[in-house]
């Protein structure tokens, strides 16, 4: 089980500065959380950004999130401890001393590498003629040395 960051609102905030911080967000797909209810029941409505903005679209600054969401028209989500999270459904919302951590994560299952994939991957470059050739052996290195204050170098 893993835990994904979101943006956390309150339902009482105007959507002006909530435009801001989804403009900033990290992706389309991350999670809004908005806390609505008051602080012993509190009230947590998960939305993903592209949502969110699909429904300011058109609305003034001013407009509330509880009226521009519509929140009191949608059930609230239940919200899961660390402890429980492992347990719980896709997008509830991960609290944990009254302090939003983020929402419970997808799986991200990545397909296996075939075995044509890994040979690609771990052989080295074949070298060409010309790159076995490119500096004859005998030919002695020049090292240099550490800039001098005057700026010349050291041989």
């Known amino acids: 089980m893993r835990t994904e960051n979101a943006l956390e609102a309150r339902a009482t905030d105007t959507i002006g500065p909530l435009r801001i911080r989804l403009l900033a967000a990290a ?3 991350q999670a809004v959380v908005v806390l609505g ?4 029941a509190p009230a947590f ?3 993903t950004v592209a949502d969110v903005m699909g429904a300011l679209a058109g ?3 001013g407009t509330s999130l509880t009226e521009a969401l519509d929140l009191s028209g949608r059930p609230p989500v239940a919200a899961v401890s660390l402890r429980t999270a492992t347990d719980a459904d896709v997008g509830r919302p991960v609290v944990e001393n009254g302090r939003l951590l983020g929402v419970v994560a ?3 299952l ?3 590498s075939t075995e044509d994939e890994m040979g690609r991957t771990m052989t080295p470059p074949a070298s060409t003629p010309a790159d076995t050739a490119a500096e004859p052996a005998d030919k002695p290195r020049r090292r240099w040395g550490f800039l001098s204050r005057s700026g010349s170098r050291d041989d």
């Open 45 to 47: 409505h998960v939305f």
């Open 27 to 29: 992706s389309a797909k």
């Open 110 to 112: 990545r397909a296996e």
């Open 106 to 108: 997808g799986e991200v």
């Open 37 to 40: 209810g008051d602080a012993d």
């Open 59 to 61: 609305l003034t600054g």
